[in-house]
């Protein structure tokens, strides 16, 4: 069964407390990614990763780092969160070719950040 | 840079109604071009693709075709019900990224 998963669903954070997001998937995706998705802003790409330790920035990644050590895991780290950083997190995988290139997204985590 | 526009912002149909959700994209060449589908509380659902000029991709009875002369790759279908409130992203590949719209609200009038 094609599954993407999240942990924690749901996270309350003080700020400037640090933030650790999980996620992983069973399909032996090489690309993951991570976006955040707020009111009227759709959904922004924060990183990607083509592969174990091989990760690029995407449109927002100020105030974020990521860790993929293994293919099947990708994690979103938020060192000394702040309020802004309030939001739902969603992780997605896919194939890297070009005619496989679905994105297959978890059930997203939602953090506030007090 | 690419990009994809969705003009609506919200969609109000009755039942039965035939729903059209707009897409256009700014992109050279034939980029791949996606919809997706949110519900409430939900992650994004892959609808489907279309990555040649007239290709047609369909599911679960939506359906848009690849306009390379419009740019564009409208979202229908002939016949909506309640359960299909949510709200739709139309997206585009581009190098190893979707560029995504900002989303169509589908809202089922009672």
Redesign the interface.
Known sequence: DMKVTQMPRYLIKRMGENVLLECGQDMSHETMYWYRQDPGLGLQLIYISYDVDSNSEGDIPKGYRVSRKKREHFSLILDSAKTNQTSVYFCASSFLGVNQDTQYFGPGTRLLVL | GDSVTQTEGQVALSEEDFLTIHCNYSASGYP?L?WYVQYP??????LF?A?RDKEKGSSRGFEATYNKEATSFHLQKASVQESDSAVY?CAL?SN???I????TKLIIKP
């Open positions: 791949a996606f509380g939900e992650g994004p659902q892959f693709r990555s992203y590949r190893y990224q979707l995504w719209g900002s989303g």
